[in-house]
């Protein structure tokens, strides 16, 4: 009787699924994106082939089953039509995104270097990128291993101070170069949670980085040509010269893309702001020069009487602003973010030259599955999920009926009309920050609390008057008349800048959040696309994950002791004597870059106090030793920050009074702490790790990792070499005696 009532009520809830499809009234074309994006995160979550294997054939197994509990043509297929097609095609999308990816990073991942070297390289100059505000350049060069002679594509900083006679002639894209450099693999996350350079570097074909050692000799100047970098050069020069200072470099960006001369306190001031986003170029930008173009070749060709009968002026806007985008998007380097605006503003194009709906859900699922089937792995980067975030939410939220009934014309005031689009401009831009802060939170563990404020002035700033003059500047100074055109162009920019600057000094304008977990972000995820994409009242369902996600997101816990993977750098996470949280970092590191991730991996804002300066540590020229308070009971963490040998009965005897030991070093076998012994042989597999110490637990960056191509243990040393050890110098005791 039982397996009688199971199955109907099985029954009842496969009736009740398939009349929600076929009274729902959706788009299909949204949710094979979504499946297909499903498949590709599938294939980054899970860990080796098997997995990989067995997630295809689940996705294929599901079709398969559809189609023979309900075989076309039978009498489940007219009372199961909608389902059975639902689970077919979803099925089929998801184990196709797999599949898409698996080959993808098979085809294009690059093998890293197996340890650092410091190498003659003889190569050809692949991109050169200008970064004045870091002082150096930044050379892509395809090259050859002596030895081996494989093919490897690396990247080399060269500082400005290295060319004393300024960057030579003929050093661009084609050029054949010589220099000694020192070349690391990519590296892997600092932390669990940090951004994955090692991941991106493999889909980019990057085997390599590193920097200039001596001097660089041009063998084979470039082509004199130059193709199109180097007409994004001499843009980006031009604008720097008639545009000085901070807003010059934000004005090259709009330009041509470069984003090399923009100072870091600006670049800061404008992710604390909220307002990053209008630095890469993307769907602003790409719509507003398509827009540009379409409706003033459209007011342009609407002025000639005798061609408006004969012509379908749409159809010839359309095809300028085509041409403007593509143009646009090639002049500044056409890098993933701007080639995806370009589709999908070409997709929006064709809609308007052929009188269907602009801005629609089919059309950003298309122009989302064109991304995704040439660049898979862009649907874990934040930049495509940001993009299509804030399109979705702004389709969603034009297209519901309180929102189309508010912005209904009705006879009234023109200043009524403009309050209401004022205020809807204002809901908007809300609406978008809400869609995009567990992206933020997720990525780069910090989100700019006032960023819709601050946008409704920017976007409009940037869209209708930055934009607009920096084309006219470039016309007007075809005739020599661009001074006063730049000049405006300056003031607007540097309100920009203002803008941005005043909103990143409000008290409380970041918010900083430790690592969230996947499920997390997966109930966002499925809460936003359920209130996107249904229609009706049932669409409010998507509150509900999404409120369980917010609680999940408030109570992640903070890590007490954070180590990156090479052991030089620890952040403990303590109470102060204000009661306010601190972060003590062992090491006092120059490096904006690690000071900034133990900051947001721990959730806080406050600057790192030196261990060796906080009471209550015991530091030597070798160890630090501290004492915490976690989960009822006291733990002992030993920290290593010297280079210099130690007597290994001393360093025996403090492992055995801590729990926890950490050390960029190989410690002896003779070091057995009570819990953790993280020393370089422990951080070589495990990589960065985050460490709760309330409920005991560790998670490392290798746990995320599995067995992708970009994860590499180092291997081992060849017979006879001996590792690189740091332990030289007089004996000492790890207090330093």
Same mark, same amino acid.
């Given at each position: 009787?039982?397996?009688?009532?199971?199955?109907?009520?099985?029954?009842?809830?496969? #009736?009740?699924? *398939?009349?929600?499809?076929?009274?729902?009234?959706?788009?299909?074309?949204?949710?094979?994106?979504?499946?297909?994006?499903?498949?590709?995160?599938?294939?980054?979550?899970?860990?080796?082939?098997?997995?990989?294997?067995?997630?295809?054939?689940?996705?294929?197994?599901?079709?398969?089953?559809?189609?023979?509990?309900?075989?076309?043509?039978?009498?489940? #297929?007219?009372?199961?039509?909608?389902?059975?097609?639902?689970?077919?095609?979803? /099925?089929?999308?998801?184990?196709?995104?797999?599949?898409?990816?698996?080959?993808?990073?098979?085809?294009?991942?690059?093998?890293?270097?197996?340890?650092?070297?410091?190498?003659?390289?003889?190569?050809?100059?692949? *991109?050169? *990128?200008?970064?004045?505000?870091?002082?150096?350049?930044?050379?892509?060069?395809?090259?050859?291993?002596?030895?081996?002679?494989?093919?490897?594509?690396?990247?080399?900083?060269?500082?400005?101070?290295?060319?004393?006679?300024?960057?030579?002639?003929?050093?661009?894209?084609?050029?054949?170069?010589?220099?000694?450099? $020192?070349?690391?693999?990519?590296?892997?996350?600092?932390?669990?949670?940090?951004? #994955?350079?090692?991941?991106?570097?493999?889909?980019?074909?990057?085997?390599?980085?590193?920097?200039?050692?001596?001097?660089?000799?041009? =063998?084979?100047?470039?082509?004199? &040509?130059?193709?199109?970098?180097?007409?994004?050069?001499? %843009?980006?020069?031009?604008?720097?010269?008639?545009?000085?200072?901070?807003?010059?470099?934000?004005?090259?960006?709009?330009?041509?893309?470069?984003?090399?001369?923009?100072?870091?306190?600006?670049? @800061?001031?404008?992710?604390?702001?909220? =307002?990053?986003?209008?630095?890469?170029?993307?769907?602003?930008?790409?719509?507003?020069?398509?827009?540009?173009?379409?409706?003033?070749?459209?007011?342009?060709?609407?002025?000639?009487?005798?061609?408006?009968?004969?012509?379908?002026?749409?159809?010839?806007?359309?095809?300028?602003?085509?041409?403007?985008?593509?143009?646009? @998007?090639?002049?500044?380097?056409?890098?993933?973010?701007?080639?995806?605006?370009?589709?999908?503003?070409? =997709?929006?194009? /064709?809609?308007?030259?052929?009188?269907?709906?602009? %801005?629609?859900?089919?059309?950003?699922?298309?122009?989302?599955?064109?991304?995704?089937?040439?660049?898979?792995?862009?649907?874990?980067? +934040?930049?495509?999920?940001?993009?299509?975030?804030?399109?979705?939410?702004?389709?969603?939220?034009?297209?519901?009926?309180?929102?189309?009934?508010? !912005?209904?014309?009705?006879?009234?005031?023109?200043?009524?009309?403009?309050? $209401?689009?004022?205020?809807?401009?204002?809901?908007?831009?809300?609406?978008?920050?809400?869609?995009?802060?567990?992206?933020?939170?997720?990525?780069?563990?910090?989100?700019?609390?006032?960023?819709?404020?601050?946008?409704?002035?920017?976007?409009?700033?940037?869209?209708?008057?930055?934009?607009?003059?920096?084309?006219?500047?470039?016309?007007?100074?075809?005739?020599?008349?661009?001074?006063?055109?730049?000049?405006?162009? *300056?003031?607007?920019?540097?309100?920009?800048?203002?803008?941005?600057?005043?909103?990143?000094?409000?008290?409380?304008?970041?918010?900083?959040?430790?690592?969230?977990?996947?499920?997390?972000?997966? %109930?966002?995820?499925?809460?936003?696309?359920? !209130?996107?994409?249904?229609?009706?009242?049932?669409?409010?369902?998507?509150?509900?994950?999404?409120?369980?996600?917010?609680?999940?997101?408030?109570?992640?816990?903070?890590? #007490?002791?954070?180590?990156?993977?090479?052991?030089?750098?620890?952040?403990?996470?303590?109470?102060?004597?204000?009661?306010?949280?601190?972060?003590?970092?062992?090491?006092?590191?120059?490096?904006?870059?690690?000071?900034?991730?133990?900051?947001?991996?721990?959730?806080?804002?406050?600057?790192?106090? +030196?261990?060796?300066?906080?009471?209550?540590?015991?530091? &030597?020229?070798?160890?630090?030793? =501290?004492?915490?308070?976690?989960?009822?009971?006291?733990?002992?963490?030993?920290?290593?920050? /010297?280079?210099?040998?130690?007597?290994?009965?001393?360093?025996?005897?403090?492992?055995?009074?801590?729990?926890?030991?950490?050390?960029?070093?190989?410690?002896?076998?003779?070091?057995?702490?009570?819990?953790?012994?993280?020393?370089?042989?422990?951080?070589?597999?495990?990589?960065?790790?985050?460490?709760?110490?309330?409920?005991?637990?560790?998670?490392?960056?290798?746990?995320?990792?599995?067995?992708?191509?970009?994860?590499?243990?180092? +291997?081992?040393?060849?017979?006879?070499?001996?590792?690189?050890?740091?332990? @030289?110098?007089?004996?000492?005791?790890?207090?330093?005696?």
């Amino acid at each position: 009787m039982s397996s009688i009532a199971a199955g109907a009520r099985a029954g009842r809830a496969l #009736d009740a699924a *398939e009349r929600f499809l076929g009274e729902a009234g959706f788009e299909r074309a949204p949710w094979l994106a979504v499946a297909f994006a499903a498949g590709i995160i599938a294939w980054f979550a899970l860990p080796t082939p098997l997995h990989w294997i067995a997630a295809i054939a689940g996705g294929a197994g599901l079709a398969l089953a559809a189609r023979l509990a309900w075989p076309p043509g039978s009498l489940a #297929d007219e009372t199961r039509a909608n389902l059975r097609l639902a689970l077919i095609a979803c /099925g089929l999308v998801f184990a196709f995104g797999v599949a898409a990816v698996w080959a993808r990073s098979t085809i294009v991942g690059a093998e890293p270097i197996a340890r650092p070297v410091v190498a003659v390289i003889h190569g050809a100059v692949l *991109e050169r *990128e200008d970064q004045p505000a870091e002082g150096r350049l930044r050379l892509t060069l395809a090259m050859r291993e002596a030895e081996s002679g494989t093919a490897r594509k690396v990247r080399v900083n060269v500082p400005l101070e290295n060319l004393a006679g300024g960057i030579p002639e003929g050093l661009a894209e084609g050029a054949v170069v010589r220099l000694r450099a $020192r070349l690391m693999p990519p590296a892997h996350p600092m932390l669990p949670g940090s951004y #994955d350079f090692a991941r991106a570097a493999w889909f980019s074909g990057l085997a390599a980085t590193g920097t200039i050692v001596g001097p660089l000799e041009v =063998l084979t100047p470039a082509p004199a &040509s130059g193709g199109i970098a180097a007409v994004q050069r001499a %843009l980006s020069e031009h604008v720097r010269s008639r545009v000085p200072g901070s807003p010059g470099a934000i004005a090259a960006a709009f330009a041509s893309g470069d984003r090399g001369g923009i100072a870091e306190t600006d670049a @800061t001031a404008m992710r604390d702001a909220g =307002l990053t986003h209008l630095l890469s170029i993307s769907g602003l930008h790409v719509s507003a020069v398509v827009a540009a173009a379409y409706f003033a070749v459209l007011r342009l060709l609407a002025l000639w009487p005798a061609l408006a009968p004969r012509v379908r002026l749409p159809v010839v806007a359309a095809t300028a602003g085509a041409l403007a985008g593509i143009g646009y @998007t090639l002049l500044t380097g056409a890098e993933v973010p701007t080639v995806r605006s370009c589709v999908a503003a070409l =997709l929006v194009l /064709g809609a308007l030259a052929l009188g269907r709906d602009a %801005l629609s859900m089919r059309m950003l699922a298309l122009a989302a599955g064109f991304v995704l089937l040439l660049w898979p792995e862009s649907a874990i980067g +934040p930049s495509f999920q940001m993009s299509f975030a804030a399109v979705l939410a702004l389709i969603a939220l034009s297209n519901a009926a309180p929102v189309k009934a508010f !912005l209904a014309p009705r006879d009234e005031p023109w200043w009524v009309r403009t309050g $209401r689009h004022t205020v809807m401009l204002f809901a908007t831009g809300v609406v978008i920050e809400l869609a995009l802060m567990p992206i933020v939170l997720f990525h780069f563990h910090r989100a700019g609390m006032y960023g819709a404020l601050a946008n409704v002035v920017a976007i409009p700033l940037v869209t209708f008057i930055a934009m607009p003059l920096i084309a006219l500047g470039f016309l007007a100074d075809l005739l020599g008349a661009g001074a006063p055109v730049w000049w405006v162009v *300056e003031r607007a920019l540097a309100l920009l800048l203002w803008i941005a600057h005043f909103t990143a000094g409000l008290a409380g304008s970041v918010r900083l959040m430790p690592q969230i977990d996947g499920l997390t972000v997966a %109930l966002f995820a499925a809460g936003g696309l359920w !209130l996107a994409l249904w229609r009706g009242r049932v669409r409010l369902a998507g509150l509900l994950p999404v409120a369980a996600a917010s609680v999940l997101a408030a109570t992640t816990p903070i890590p #007490d002791l954070l180590v990156a993977g090479d052991g030089r750098q620890v952040g403990i996470t303590v109470a102060g004597p204000d009661g306010e949280r601190r972060l003590l970092s062992l090491r006092d590191s120059r490096s904006s870059y690690t000071r900034d991730n133990l900051m947001e991996l721990s959730g806080i804002a406050a600057d790192p106090v +030196p261990l060796a300066q906080w009471e209550g540590a015991r530091c &030597s020229s070798q160890f630090c030793t =501290l004492r915490l308070e976690r989960g009822g009971r006291e733990w002992v963490l030993l920290l290593g920050r /010297g280079h210099e040998r130690i007597d290994i009965r001393d360093l025996a005897a403090a492992c055995r009074e801590a729990d926890i030991v950490v050390s960029e070093r190989f410690l002896p076998r003779s070091c057995r702490p009570r819990w953790l012994k993280a020393d370089r042989r422990h951080l070589e597999k495990s990589g960065g790790l985050a460490i709760n110490l309330d409920k005991p637990a560790i998670t490392s960056v290798a746990e995320s990792q599995g067995a992708h191509g970009w994860w590499r243990e180092p +291997p081992p040393y060849p017979v006879g070499q001996k590792r690189p050890s740091r332990q @030289t110098g007089p004996k000492r005791g790890v207090n330093g005696g």
